[in-house]
C-alpha cells in the first residue's frame, strides 16, 4: 500500500480517533482567550463527534403499548470504571473478584501499533491513551466465557482457552490452570476425567496455537487482490468440539478434536441413563460453513438445492468412555424438519422486531438436555423447540413455538419438576446496550412457558427490571436454578446489567428477589463486559465476567428469602455441574429443608400462625435432642393435617405440604 | 497434600525464581518437611500456564509471564471492512429515497430498519478499521481490481449508476419494484463478499470482524428472504 495516501488517512482518523476521547479534554483545556482559529478547529471537531464511531448509540423511542426499564432503580446510574465501579446489590453478596489472568490479557506490544499511530498524528504521550481503547481493539478475542463445575474445581472458557480454578474455599479461590487453546467461544464441560470445549473460529487450530493461520501471501505485482486469492483450506484449522483428559488438573491432554461443518458455538453434554459406556454431544453451530475441500461433506447450500446441506441441523457426537480419543458424529438430526412432507426448513420465526418477518430457523444456539426426563428443550434462532431425548442419538421434535417479541432464541432451562421451560432471547446478540430506559421490556427478555404433555404454551415475559446505560451491553443470558426448595428460583446474568435471582414458581408472576450490578467499564464507549454466566454450584454463587474475571458471591437473607431457604439451598451437594445438562434435584429430609418449607408457608399464609409456631418449636426440640425418639414422635403428630391441607390445596403450596410432612415423618441428620 | 505434590513435582526452584531468597527457600523447605500443615499456607501452590499439542501430542508448559496475542489480521479482513463500508452506504443512500418516492408501508418500515442497521454497522466498521490503525477507506486502485467486470470502486451487488438512476426516477409501485430487486441484488452482493472472506485461508480470525461478518450473514439472508416473500406478494397481486 502506498504510504503517503497512508499517511493521510492516519491522520484523518487520528483526528476522529482523538476526539471521540479528548474533545472534553481538549475543551476544558482551551483557554478562552484562544485565537479564534482554535475556536474553529473545536466547533468543526464537535460536528465530527456526531459520526465518532465510538459515540454511543441512542435508544429509538419506545413503541406504542410498550414500557420500558425502571430508572429509578439503584442500579440505574452506577459509578463506572473497570475494577472501582459502582456497585448496586439485593440479597447477594460479593465475596471475591479474581481478575482475568494474564496469559489471557493482551501483550501490550500488540497496542504499540496503535500508540506508534496516535504517535505519528501528534499525541505527545501514548500513555494518555484511554485504557478502554486498548480494551475496544480486543476485547472479544480474549473474552470469558460459560462456566463448568466438577469438585473443588471452577472451569472457566474463554474465546482463547479455558482457565481452572480451586474453589474449596470459595471466598478465596485459586487459579490452579491456564490453558491457552484459542478459538472461540470455548464454552466448556466436564465428565470424570473429561473435559469439553467449543471451538468456532477460523483461528482455531489442531495444536491450541495461538499464531491462527498466516494471511494469503501479498500477491505477485499486478496478480490482483489478496481478497480474491481462494480458497486455501487449513489441513490444521479446527473447529468442532475438543476433548481433553484432566486427570491431571494442571497438565491436560488434548485427546481427540471432532470436526464439524459449522464449528461449535456452544455443546450440550447428555448422558443416556441407560448408556453406561459413552458419553454423548450435542453440537449448536451457528457460523458459517466450511469448505468442502477442508472437511469433506460440508455444503452450505439451500435444502431444495442439497438434501445434505449442513444448516437445518445439530450433530451428535459419540464419545466412548473407554476409549475417547475416538469421539466421532454419529448423526446429524434434522430437528426443523417437517416429519410429514420431510422439508428440512418448516420452522419459522415469529418475530415483529429485527428483520420484522418470518424468517427460517437453520441453527440451534444452545439446547439444555433433561435426561431424567427424557426431554431437551432447544433455543434455535427463531424458534424455542421441545425434543425426546430418550434415544440420544436420534432426538424427535415434540414441539417448536415462535413469539412476535423474541429476536433470537438463545438458551433454555427447565424447572426441577420439568412443567415450565424458560427461554432467552439475546435481541442484540449481547454486544449491544438492550437494557436502555426505551428497551421494551419485553424485547431481549426471558420468556417462560408452561411444559403440558410434551407442549409449550406462554406464560409470562421476565426482563432485568434496572434501567442500564447507552454504555452497557445487556440482554437476557445464562442462568441455573437455585436448588431452594419448594420454589422455582434461577440465577441468572445479564451481561453488564449484572446478576438478577428471579422466583418463578408462579409462570404468570416472575419477580426478582436478588440482584448484583456494576456499573459500565465506560461512561462514554460500549466496552464488552458484564456477566456471560451465573450459576449456582454447592452453596455460593459464580459468575464469569467477560473482561474483568471470576465473581463469587453468596446469598444473604432478605424479606424474600430467609436464611432456612438459603441453607436448605445449600443441603443439595452435586459432585459435577453442567448446567444445560440438567440434573434433577433431590433435597435431603433434613430438618432445614422442613424450616424452608415453614417459612414458605408462613409467607402464602396457608398455616396458622399457631400452626407453624408449634412446628417450630418441634423442630428446634428435635434438633437440639439430635432428633431423639420422643422428639420425632412429636414431628410425626404434625404429618396427618399436614397432608390433610396438602390434599386441599394445590398448587405449589400442595407440594409443599407434601414435602413437609414426608420429612416430618422419617427426618434425616 | 498440596504441599506433598508440590515439593514432588519440584515448584521449589520456582519460588527461588519469584524473589525469595535462598535462605527463606531454604527455611520453607525445612518447615515443609517438619510441619506439613504450616507449609501449605506459606507455599499456596503457583498456577501454570499450559498449551495442549494436537490430539495425542503432549502438553507444553509455558513462561508465566505468558501474554495473550492476537491471531494476525490479513489484508482480506481489512478489504472486508473498507469495501463493506462503502457497499453498506449505498443500502443508506437507497433508504433514503423512499420518503420522498413511496407510499408503501411495509417498504417504508422496512427501509427505515435496513437504514438503521446498516448505519449502525458501518459505525462498527469504522470502529474495527481505528482500532486497528487502519484507513477506513481503502485505496481505490485496490478496490476496483476485486471483480474485473466491475466499474470503479464497486463492491458485489452495488446498483450501478444507470441502476441508482433509474431507482432516482421511479414512483410509487415501480420504485417499490427497483428498490426491492435492487436491495435483494445488494445484499446478495454482501453474502458474497462475507463468502469470499471466509474462503480466504487466513481470513475472519479476528474474533469481532469474525462475530460481525457472521451477523451481516444471517442478517442479511434473513431480510432477503423477507424482500423475495414482499416481491412476490406484489407480482402475484398484479396479477389478479
Known amino acids: ?52 464511531p465510538f459515540g454511543l448509540e441512542k435508544a429509538p423511542p419506545l413503541p406504542a403499548g410498550m414500557t420500558g426499564s425502571d430508572t429509578s432503580d439503584p442500579r440505574a446510574n452506577l459509578k463506572p470504571g473497570l475494577y472501582e465501579a459502582g456497585v448496586a446489590t439485593l440479597g447477594m453478596k460479593h465475596l471475591s473478584l479474581l481478575k482475568k489472568p494474564d496469559a489471557f490479557q493482551l501483550d501490550s506490544s500488540d497496542t504499540a501499533r496503535v500508540h506508534k499511530t496516535l504517535g505519528q498524528i501528534g499525541v505527545p504521550d501514548p500513555a494518555m491513551i484511554p485504557k478502554q481503547f486498548q480494551t475496544v481493539m480486543a476485547q472479544l478475542a480474549f473474552a470469558n466465557s460459560d462456566l463448568a463445575f466438577k469438585g473443588k474445581y471452577l472451569f472457566q472458557g474463554n474465546f482463547y482457552g479455558v482457565n481452572i480454578y480451586d474453589i474449596s ?7 490452579v490452570t491456564s490453558m491457552v487453546c484459542p478459538g472461540g467461544q470455548g464454552d466448556v464441560s466436564v465428565y470424570k476425567n473429561l473435559m469439553f470445549m467449543s471451538v468456532e473460529m477460523p483461528n482455531g487450530r489442531l495444536d491450541c496455537g495461538v499464531q491462527g493461520f498466516p494471511p494469503n501471501p501479498p500477491p505477485a505485482a499486478g496478480k490482483g487482490n489478496p481478497m480474491m486469492m481462494l480458497p486455501a483450506p487449513q489441513k490444521e484449522r479446527f473447529r468442532g468440539v475438543r476433548i481433553f483428559d484432566i486427570t491431571d488438573i494442571k497438565n491436560p491432554k488434548q485427546l481427540a478434536a471432532v470436526q464439524t461443518c459449522r464449528g461449535s458455538h456452544t455443546h450440550t453434554l447428555v448422558v443416556d441413563p441407560k448408556d453406561k459406556k459413552n458419553v454423548y454431544i450435542y453440537v449448536s453451530g451457528t457460523s458459517f460453513v466450511r469448505q468442502g475441500e477442508e472437511l469433506p461433506g460440508c455444503s452450505a447450500e439451500k435444502p431444495d438445492k442439497d438434501p445434505n446441506t449442513s444448516l437445518f441441523r445439530i450433530e451428535v457426537i459419540k464419545v466412548p468412555l473407554a476409549a475417547p480419543q475416538t469421539a466421532k458424529v454419529v448423526s446429524s438430526p434434522r430437528v426443523f424438519m417437517d416429519a410429514r412432507t420431510g422439508a ?37 434462532s427463531g424458534n424455542g423447540i421441545v425434543l425426546d431425548i430418550k434415544d440420544p442419538v436420534n432426538p424427535k421434535r415434540l414441539d417448536a413455538v415462535n413469539d412476535p417479541n423474541y429476536a433470537y432464541w438463545h438458551s433454555a432451562s427447565f424447572s426441577n419438576d420439568g412443567t415450565k421451560v424458560v427461554f432467552t432471547d439475546e435481541w442484540g446478540g449481547g454486544m449491544a446496550a438492550r437494557c436502555r430506559p426505551n428497551d421494551p421490556n419485553k424485547w431481549g427478555a426471558d420468556a417462560i412457558f408452561h411444559l403440558k404433555d410434551d407442549k409449550l404454551s406462554f406464560a409470562s415475559y421476565y426482563k432485568l427490571p434496572a434501567a442500564q446505560g447507552d454504555s452497557e451491553n445487556c440482554v437476557a443470558h445464562n442462568g441455573s436454578l437455585i436448588p431452594v426448595p419448594g420454589r422455582d428460583i434461577e440465577v441468572q446474568s445479564w451481561y453488564q446489567g449484572g446478576i438478577s435471582v428471579v422466583d418463578f414458581t408462579d409462570a404468570a408472576r416472575p419477580t426478582e428477589i436478588a440482584y448484583f450490578d456494576r456499573g459500565p467499564i465506560d461512561p462514554n464507549v460500549l466496552v464488552l463486559a458484564g456477566h456471560w454466566s451465573a450459576y449456582w454450584y454447592n452453596g455460593h454463587i459464580y459468575g464469569s465476567e467477560i473482561a474483568r474475571g471470576l465473581d463469587v458471591f453468596e446469598l444473604t437473607p432478605s424479606q424474600y428469602l430467609t436464611q432456612n431457604e438459603i441453607d436448605a439451598a445449600k443441603t443439595v451437594q452435586v459432585a459435577e455441574l453442567n448446567v444445560q445438562n440438567q440434573q434433577e434435584i433431590v433435597w435431603p429430609k433434613k430438618l432445614v429443608v422442613a424450616k424452608a418449607y415453614l417459612d414458605q408457608l408462613e409467607r402464602s399464609q396457608v398455616l396458622s400462625a399457631d400452626q407453624i409456631a408449634a412446628m417450630r418449636d418441634a423442630i428446634q426440640r428435635a434438633e437440639q435432642s439430635n432428633l431423639n425418639a420422643s422428639s420425632r414422635a412429636k414431628l410425626q403428630g404434625f404429618v396427618k393435617s399436614l397432608k390433610e391441607s396438602a390434599g386441599s390445596k394445590s398448587g405449589a403450596d400442595a407440594a409443599r405440604l407434601q414435602a413437609l410432612a414426608e420429612i416430618l415423618q422419617r427426618p434425616v441428620k | 497434600m498440596q504441599a506433598r505434590s508440590t515439593l514432588k513435582s519440584g515448584y521449589l526452584g520456582l519460588n527461588v525464581a519469584s524473589g525469595l531468597n535462598m535462605l527463606a527457600a531454604a527455611s520453607i523447605l525445612v518447615s515443609m518437611v517438619s510441619l506439613c500443615g504450616y507449609a501449605q499456607k506459606a507455599t499456596p501452590a503457583k498456577p ?18 505468558t501474554k495473550a496475542k492476537l491471531p494476525p489480521i490479513a489484508a482480506a479482513d481489512v478489504e472486508f471492512m473498507q469495501g463493506m463500508i462503502v457497499h453498506h452506504a449505498q443500502a443508506v443512500e437507497m433508504t433514503a429515497l423512499i420518503e420522498s418516492h413511496t407510499e408503501n408501508k411495509d417498504v417504508r418500515s422496512l427501509g427505515a430498519r435496513i437504514s438503521h442497521s446498516q448505519a449502525d ?37 452495488m446498483l450501478n ?19 426491492l430487486i435492487g436491495m435483494i441484488q445488494h445484499h446478495g452482493g ?20 469474525f462475530n460481525f461478518a457472521t451477523d451481516v450473514d444471517s442478517g442479511q439472508r434473513a431480510e432477503i428472504r423477507v424482500m423475495e416473500k414482499m416481491l412476490e406478494g406484489k407480482s402475484s397481486k398484479e396479477k389478479q
Open chain 1, 169 to 175: 474455599n470459595p471466598a478465596k479461590s485459586q487459579l
Open chain 2, 161 to 179: 449508476a444507470e441502476q441508482m438512476e433509474a431507482l432516482r426516477k421511479a414512483k410509487g409501485d415501480e420504485f417499490d419494484r427497483l428498490f
Open chain 2, 190 to 209: 454482501a453474502l458474497t463478499m462475507v463468502k469470499e472472506l471466509h474462503d480466504t485461508a487466513g481470513a475472519a480470525q479476528d474474533a469481532e470482524l
Open chain 2, 121 to 157: 454497522e458501518i459505525r462498527f466498521m469504522k470502529r474495527w478499521l481505528i482500532a486497528r490503525g487502519q484507513p477506513i477507506e481503502g485505496a481505490s486502485h485496490d478496490m476496483h481490481k476485486h471483480h474485473a467486470n466491475m466499474s470503479h470502486g464497486m463492491m458485489p451487488g
Open chain 1, 344 to 380: 428440512l426448513n418448516a420452522l419459522s420465526s415469529g418475530a415483529t422486531h429485527g428483520t420484522g418477518k418470518p424468517a427460517e430457523s437453520d441453527q440451534c444456539h444452545d439446547i439444555t438436555v433433561y435426561s431424567a426426563k427424557g426431554l431437551a428443550a432447544g433455543a434455535c
Open chain 1, 1 to 52: 500500500m502506498n504510504q503517503l495516501p497512508l499517511k493521510a488517512f492516519r491522520l484523518l482518523i487520528g483526528s476522529i480517533f482523538l476526539l471521540s476521547f479528548f474533545v472534553g479534554v481538549m475543551q476544558a483545556q482551551t483557554p478562552p482567550t484562544q485565537e479564534t482559529k482554535k475556536a474553529e478547529e473545536t466547533k468543526t471537531d464537535l460536528k465530527q463527534a456526531q459520526d465518532n
Open chain 2, 48 to 65: 501454570v500456564v499450559v498449551q495442549p499439542g494436537a490430539p495425542g501430542k503432549p502438553t507444553k508448559v509455558l513462561p508465566k509471564t
